[in-house]
């Protein structure tokens, strides 16, 4: 069976960690990012299925990014923007951008799980 590869991008690497724990828990392929030019530059290499993504990162946004994914990219991959912001205005600006879902950190294993699993398994 193909697992499936999601990349989590985030600057904080507790948080890439706990992330990659979940996921890899759950059976699936995971590759890691510490910014966004690290991602960009490992994208080509390795699609992923799916991109977990962090929007507030030194240098380049979360939001270009995003807008990369979503436009410039011949295949849109799916998007989960993880905030530890928990402001409306940034979670609409995250789905404005192209964002298929908005999880604010803290979140549970089992609800971050099943909002993967509903992305990946072509769910609305």
């Excluded at 490992?42 to 979503?70: C, F, N």
């Amino acid at each position: 069976m193909d697992r499936k590869h999601i990349t989590v991008v985030d600057d904080d690497s507790t948080m890439r960690r706990l992330v990659r724990e979940w996921l890899e828990g759950a059976g699936y392929r995971v590759s890691e990012a510490a910014n966004a030019l690290d991602f960009t530059m490992q994208e080509g290499a390795d699609r992923p299925d799916l991109v977990i993504l962090d929007l507030k990162m030194p240098g380049i946004s979360g939001y270009r990014v995003l807008r990369h994914l979503k436009t410039d990219a011949e295949q849109p991959v799916p998007v989960i923007v993880l905030s530890g912001s928990s402001n409306p205005n940034d979670r609409m600006a995250s789905l404005s951008a192209g964002a298929d879902s908005y999880v604010a950190k803290p979140t549970t294993r089992d609800a971050f799980l099943t909002e993967i699993h509903r992305l990946l398994s072509g769910g609305a």
